[in-house]
């Protein structure tokens, strides 16, 4: 059995910075994609930014020069550094992974910017 949990969520100012950990764990054979979702209340869930198995980095327009996402295939973790963070990111915050040829979620992390 897989899992994917997240951590490092709260409460920041805005301008501030947070770092989102997601480490899978399991039997895991291999991981291709990994990703990072938020969904904010009355939101739909939306996509975030995506790193795949060889580095290739997407992101939303919305957090392009603010976000950086990475990974350690070493430890099977993704990351979300989030700087200059803005009242309209708060949001609960899912990891995402394809691992064994089927996707995971994490359990989502709150992420609240506010002064």
């Known amino acids: 059995q897989v899992q994917l949990v997240e951590s490092g969520g709260g409460l920041v100012q805005p301008g501030g910075s947070l770092r989102l950990s997601c480490a899978a764990s399991g039997s895991i054979s291999s991981i291709a994609n990994m990703g990072w979702y938020r969904q904010a209340p009355g939101k739909q869930r939306e996509l975030v930014t995506t790193i795949t198995s060889g580095g290739g980095i997407n992101y939303v327009a919305s957090v392009k020069g603010r976000f950086t996402i990475s990974r350690d295939n070493a430890k099977n973790t993704v990351y979300l550094q989030m700087n200059s963070l803005k009242p309209e990111d708060t949001a609960v915050y899912y990891c995402?992974?394809?691992?064994?040829?089927?996707?995971?979620w994490g359990q989502g992390t709150q992420v609240t910017v506010s002064s």
């Open positions: 995402w992974s394809w691992i064994n040829s089927r996707a995971y």
